[in-house]
């Protein structure tokens, strides 16, 4: 049981949960969800949704007009233009259903198109900030998707998995709650699992035995899967937001998990915030790169809090220049920071290993003591 409910709370469904058997949105889901929100919004809670389910809501209405005698329709859907496509016919009709059905609740929702191109840029990432405050503040439940019909692989999150825990990030929320058609994380694949089998109920760290129990997408609407949400789930706590996964057609599942009920898999979170520029490096940037550290600078850098320097590290990966954004890995694998790099992958490359005072004999210069310095260092492990 958890003492404070959150304040603020982002809960993300899937396609997945949001169709049924056939394929089609459910609408009745829907009404019942929005049901729960609203519920939680008279409560006095801040509610933001992350919502999958505009290209699934696209190739229904393009699926009845091409079965139409006058249909003209040929193009291949499975082609990104044709996703893009879908996702411009169904984004209006998802939201129309999102909102008449909060209406009938007296809620007025926003609609708000991400892509990752917009937390990249600093000033675009407090923009969205602002805007999710402000709305909030004025009682609206923000209905957040990536607007997949601009996004291509290079800008797209991939995943609203990943959307949801970024987003919660942003929006400093409390709590990220993980709608999935799976009622948490097993210990076994669910389709091994016996009858009665309950998911693992908490999760105090996110370590290579927790990844290992990840499998692939259980069906086949959504491109999320349990590896995603674990990645999520390490995103939020890492900023002290408390993660559940949860099944979402659970009866009042979203009571459940504000009350603290022992209902799907808890991620507990880290100790302490990160604030500010550090949420942006964390949450809103996309890496360019990235290196790999050795134990004893792993170490140093998860309970000393230091700067990362070029003795520690062990492998450059990627092009990278000075100023980008990096990921840190350790050497099993691990990432357990992203961070802005004060040199190049080049330049990292000639002085990996090396102590700052051996730089110049390698560059011929040394403009930074440090790999990347701890105010530009935002951990994640």
């Known amino acids: 049981m958890h003492d404070q409910p959150p304040r603020r709370l982002v809960v ?15 609408r009745g889901y829907i009404a019942d969800l ?28 393009l699926e009845l007009r091409a079965a139409s005698p006058a249909s003209h329709a040929s193009a291949d859907a499975n082609t990104l233009p044709y996703k893009q496509a879908a996702a411009a016919v169904g984004q209006g009709l998802l939201l129309h259903t999102y909102t008449e059905a909060f209406a009938w609740r ?3 929702v926003a609609q708000v198109l991400l ?17 999710l405050t402000a709305l909030l503040s004025l009682g609206v439940v923000p209905i957040i998707n990536e607007n997949d019909t601009v996004a291509v692989d ?11 825990a970024r987003v919660a990030v942003l929006a400093e929320a409390d709590l990220l709650l993980i709608l999935s058609d799976v009622e948490g994380l097993f210990a076994r694949f669910p389709s091994e699992k016996e009858p009665g089998t309950v998911p693992i109920r908490e999760v105090a760290k996110i370590d290579a035995s927790i990844e290992a129990l990840a499998g692939g997408a259980a069906g086949g609407v959504g491109t999320g899967g349990m590896r995603t949400k674990i ?12 993660t559940v996964i949860a099944h979402g057609r659970r009866e009042k599942v979203v009571e459940e998990v504000v009350s603290g ?8 979170p880290r100790p302490g915030r990160q604030r500010g520029r550090k949420r942006w490096i964390a949450a809103g940037s996309r890496p360019r790169g990235s290196v790999r550290i050795n134990e004893r600078a792993a170490q140093r850098l998860l309970s000393e809090g230091v700067s990362l320097l070029a003795v520690g590290v062990v492998a450059v990966e990627g092009a990278f220049e000075s100023g980008d954004l990096i990921e840190v890995f350790s050497e099993t694998g691990t990432c357990l920071a992203r961070g802005l790099t004060n040199y190049s992958a080049a330049e990292l490359r000639r002085i990996q290993g090396l102590r700052s005072d051996q730089f110049e004999a390698v560059l011929g210069y040394r403009s930074y003591e440090e790999v990347i310095h701890r105010d530009n260092l935002a951990l994640i492990e």
């Not at 469904?13 to 949001?18: A, K, N």
């Not at 049901?35 to 939680?40: F, I, M, P």
């Not at 290079?154 to 949801?164: V, Y």
């Open 115 to 131: 892509t990752r191109d917009d937390l990249a840029d600093r000033r675009r990432f407090l923009n969205a900030r602002n805007t």
């Open 261 to 268: 009920r022992p209902v799907g898999t808890t991620f507990l």
């Open 154 to 164: 290079e800008i797209r999150f991939g995943d609203n998995d990943t959307l949801a």
């Open 12 to 26: 993300k469904v899937g396609t997945s949960t949001l169709t049924d058997p056939q394929g089609r949105i459910h």
């Open 231 to 242: 990645e999520a789930a390490r995103i939020a706590t890492a900023f002290g937001i408390r």
């Open 106 to 108: 007296d809620v007025t």
């Open 34 to 61: 929005t049901a729960q929100l609203a519920a939680q919004r008279a409560a006095g809670r801040e509610v933001i949704l992350v919502t999958s389910g505009a290209i699934r809501a696209g190739r229904e209405r």
